[in-house]
């Protein structure tokens, strides 16, 4: 169905030019006459695959979170479950480049939507999405050993949660170039802290 | 000084005019134009006291992170520094309509500062504020029993800042008539999580 990937990959392009313009200029700036400005085609063009901005901003979102998603099924099966909740946490951070400007658009949309009922939607389903994917982690450290057999489950998802979201904004919050080691020195030490008492 | 005190309270009114247009419509909404008209008087006169958008915008992020600092001044001396600290890291929390206010207004400004360099300056010095707090909570409970003598303070600094921030982000997410009781118990777990095992 090369038609259907063909509007898959239109959609994409257009999304990736609206990060470009809210990581730039800010949510209020990626209107749709800027936003296909920046993504090379006219207005008119663009309104016939996103009707509005609000549905251009929606799809930013999702492709933001689908992205995470995407990166996380792709990573190789790890030796233990340790290491591989490491790996899946460190998929929500801003470790590097891609990851970095995915992490603004996020914060300025969901920031966006305290202020715009429009993004509640999409703002709701991406942080349940990621606290689903919090309490996976912690199911995956219930083994007996890398989670206290006494620990609240739900509570340390919401509590692993906070880590990520609170490191991924600090992290936003440094120069591009700056060193990133300290907050996986942090998320490694959160994951130590959740294991069994010995 | 009668004239001085009239001055303080008179851009204190000021920016709480402008926290509620950007609470309601965003910092990119926030220009002296409409923050006057919000705060009942002239451009011109609002001009006589911050000279830009800029100006108002920096001092409207220090009265948050004032406002935050005079609460933590004002409270009791708790029984136990591990009483002292929840206290203290719950000021920072948004768990009333107050610090709610506030806390949009933070995220909203931070957030903004990601596409605005004359945020820079105050987002981090305010950022470098809450970390120090932060440190200061952590020197707080290393007394022998609620902070384990082995741990990294530092690391544990920059831990207890992102479990707060985090923690603040996710509450600013829910309906302001939604229980934050579940934010309390993670942060009290959090604390407790510190001590050193026995």
Request: with cysteine; glycine share 4%; net charge negative.
């Amino acid at each position: 169905m090369p038609k259907l990937i063909d509007h898959e990959e239109r959609r994409e392009h257009i999304a990736e030019a609206a990060w470009r313009v809210i990581v730039r200029d800010g949510v209020a700036a990626a209107s749709v006459r800027t936003v296909a400005a920046e993504a090379g085609m006219s207005p008119g063009a663009l309104r016939h695959i996103f009707a509005s901005q609000s549905e251009l901003l929606v799809f930013a979102l999702q492709l933001v979170s689908n992205r995470a998603v995407q990166r996380m099924m792709a990573l190789p099966t790890y030796p233990t479950p340790a290491e591989m909740v490491e790996a899946l946490a460190s998929q929500l951070l801003p470790l590097d480049r891609e990851r970095r400007a995915e992490m603004e658009v996020y914060l300025a949309l969901f920031t966006a939507a305290n202020s715009d009922p429009r993004l509640h939607g999409p703002r709701d389903a991406t942080h349940q999405a990621m606290r689903d994917g919090c309490r996976d982690m912690i199911d995956r450290l219930d083994n007996g050993t890398d989670l206290d057999p006494k620990a609240d489950r739900e509570l340390e998802a919401a509590r692993l949660h906070a880590v990520i979201d609170g490191l991924a904004a600090h992290l936003v919050y440094e120069p591009a170039d700056a060193d990133t080691e300290w907050a996986r020195r942090v998320l490694v030490r959160h994951l130590e802290s959740l294991r069994a008492p010995r």
